[in-house]
């Protein structure tokens, strides 16, 4: 409640704080203060006056009070400015027992930082790239890129210990970008809430990238890390969350996942526009016969015949500078699909060696059809 609360009284005043300079709102303050100190040393009096009188002495309280908890939020010194950003403007890019999992570090992440991705030039060079949205042209310059320093990070979500990541029966892991406080509260008391179900451990985790520039980022950075502190469920990486940069968002969770819970059992996938019968899902994971995640499994919404599509005006726009080929290998449609550990851990294996392709749900196709995983592993 508190942080959709400075979400609303934070939007009201972005405006003006922008047109300010520290010193400004110095000067602001002492000039309410003293406007207020002449209303305390008037005289008491009676009727309409002394109406008016205290009318005008709760404004000015309110604005002082607003105004210096705007100016205290804004002037703490912003932790996550140490790491290097990577200014890229993409614009796609113990078993399980009944022990409660343990409490989630939130510190930043500013330890993994990633070094600076430069530009590639040499993508200016493809043939029709001077005729291609701006958008385009960005993602081909950083098509490389894999890296970018990490923001927020939840070391302890599987546990601690890598060992420890098989006691996490599902992770739900949702994409989710750093305006949509609300989805996220939403799905945190629904069907993404962690539990032990049906003596399975469900966790969850959002993973965002970064929106605007200037304050309004520092303003987005801010609240994102004390809804992390309160949850303890964000990664954040310091790459521009866009529908191009899915794709890199889903590369970057894989990686996290390697390092922090290798020994997941299954994984739902998903974004946070959707609703999930997770109990459904335990249930259904929990009856696949000698599969406890160690084996291949990828079942959603499956998907085949279809190839790129060639309209410069739709949102999937894929022209042939990014994808020669007309036809998309079978896929799972992305709005949500289950996987095991097993399969992601390939997957992220494999996502070395294969382009990344902006839209996310064909590039997991892509990469299994890469060991030859393409129509009869996927499940309907």
């Not at 330890?111 to 530009?119: L, T």
């Not at 310091?238 to 994984?267: G, Y």
Request: aromatic share 10%; with cysteine.
């Amino acid at each position: 409640m508190a942080i959709s609360i400075l979400f609303n009284t934070l939007s009201y005043y972005d405006a003006k704080l922008e047109a300010q300079k520290e010193a400004h709102i110095t000067v602001k303050h002492s000039m309410v203060l003293s406007s207020l100190s002449l209303h305390l040393n008037r005289p008491v009096t009676k009727g309409p006056e002394m109406r008016r009188f205290y009318r005008n002495f709760e404004a000015i309280a309110l604005l002082v009070i607003g105004v210096l908890c705007l100016a205290i939020i804004f002037s703490k010194d912003d932790g996550s400015q140490n790491v290097r950003t990577a200014n890229v403007h993409l614009n796609v890019q113990k078993s399980v027992s009944e022990q409660p999992p343990r409490k989630v570090s939130t510190e930043n992440a500013a330890q993994y930082a990633a070094p600076y991705c430069e530009r590639n030039f040499s993508a200016a060079n493809v043939a029709g790239f001077s005729a291609l949205p701006g958008h385009i042209q960005d993602f081909l310059f950083y098509r490389h890129c894999r890296r970018f320093p990490m923001l927020l990070d939840v070391p302890d979500k599987c546990g601690g210990a890598p060992r420890d990541s098989a006691d996490v029966f599902l992770l739900l892991v949702i994409k989710s970008s750093p305006w949509n406080y609300d989805r996220r509260e939403v799905l945190r008391k629904t069907w993404a809430k962690e539990r032990l179900e049906g003596g399975a451990w469900i966790r969850r985790v959002f993973v965002s990238g970064t929106v605007g520039a200037g304050i309004e980022k520092r303003k987005l950075n801010k609240l994102m890390r004390l809804e992390n502190r309160e949850h303890g469920d964000i990664l954040q990486w310091d790459f521009n969350d866009s529908f191009f940069n899915l794709t890199l968002k889903q590369v970057l969770f894989l990686e996290w996942m390697e390092r922090r819970c290798p020994r997941i059992r299954f994984l739902l996938n998903g974004d946070d526009d959707i609703f999930a019968n997770t109990d459904n899902m335990v249930e259904y994971l929990q009856s696949l016969a000698g599969n406890d995640g160690g084996r291949h499994l990828f079942v959603g919404h499956l998907i085949r015949y279809v190839g790129p599509i060639r309209e410069s005006g739709s949102k999937y726009f894929v022209p042939v500078q990014v994808q020669e080929s007309n036809s998309y290998p079978p896929y799972c449609g992305g709005g949500g699909f289950l996987l095991s550990g097993f399969t992601a851990r390939v997957i992220y294996n494999m996502s070395h060696v294969v382009p990344i392709l902006p839209i996310d749900d064909v590039y997991m196709g892509m990469c299994l059809q890469r060991l030859g995983w393409s129509r009869s592993p996927i499940s309907e």
